[in-house]
């Protein structure tokens, strides 16, 4: 006598057709996501870079950087306002979309004051290609004329009238000095990045400034 086969069971039915470009598996699935991560992980990098040179990964005995870091940033005031050859005021804000190093003194420009323009002239000068994006700023702390010796000598140097009391409130010192003592470093962004040390090492400065025009402009 001849049997049947039993009925297929609902577990014994074939799985359905996977639609197109949808994983065949949770492991596909998985593979998936963690390319897409890794992909964004790669496009992240430089920036990832530029935050853990300076931020997390400092040797024994100090921090990675030459400068003092100003933590937190310090935009600049959007009403501090200074006034160029021109006679016409200015916000200061409106430099940002370049990197600043900025010092203050009085017109007059003793010779610390011109110590101070001829590090910053030399340290954009040994920036090559990058230089272009690096501005020197004397803010001069009154409205006297600016010997025509120092005025020809530092052409590519911004001299720009401001109120010394509303730069003090924006520029922090070293214990023991003024923001006459200091260089200062302006981000892109116009947010007050580093002090420089009184009587600064140039080339440290170098060093420093070399690492954040390279870090920022990968990409």
């Known amino acids: 006598m001849s049997t049947s086969s039993p009925p297929p069971s609902k577990t014994d039915s074939p799985a359905a057709a996977p639609l197109p470009g949808q994983p065949t598996s949770k492991g596909s699935w998985k593979r998936g996501r963690w390319m897409v991560l890794f992909l964004a992980l790669v496009c992240a990098a430089p920036v990832i870079a530029s935050y853990l040179t300076y931020y997390v990964f400092k040797p024994k005995g100090g921090t990675s950087s030459y400068g003092t870091l ?31 190093l900025i010092s203050v003194d009085s017109s007059a420009c003793d010779k610390a004051c011109v110590t101070k323009l001829y590090f910053m002239r030399q340290i954009r000068a040994t920036q090559a290609g990058q230089r272009e994006r690096l501005v020197p700023v004397w803010l001069r702390t009154d409205s006297a004329k600016v010997p025509d010796v120092i005025r020809e000598a ?33 981000d892109p962004n116009g947010n007050l990045m580093m002090r420089f040390p009184k009587n600064p090492n140039p080339s440290k400065i170098k060093v420093d400034v070399t690492k954040l025009l390279k870090f920022s402009g990968i990409g």
């Open 70 to 100: 100003i933590e937190p940033q310090r935009p600049i005031p959007p009403a501090l306002m200074v006034t160029g050859d021109d006679g016409k005021p200015l916000r200061l804000a409106s430099l940002r979309g370049r990197w600043l």
């Open 154 to 186: 530092y052409p590519d140097t911004g001299m720009l009238i401001a109120d010394p009391a509303a730069i003090a409130k924006w520029l922090p010192n070293d214990a023991g000095t003024t923001m006459v003592d200091h260089i200062y470093l302006v």
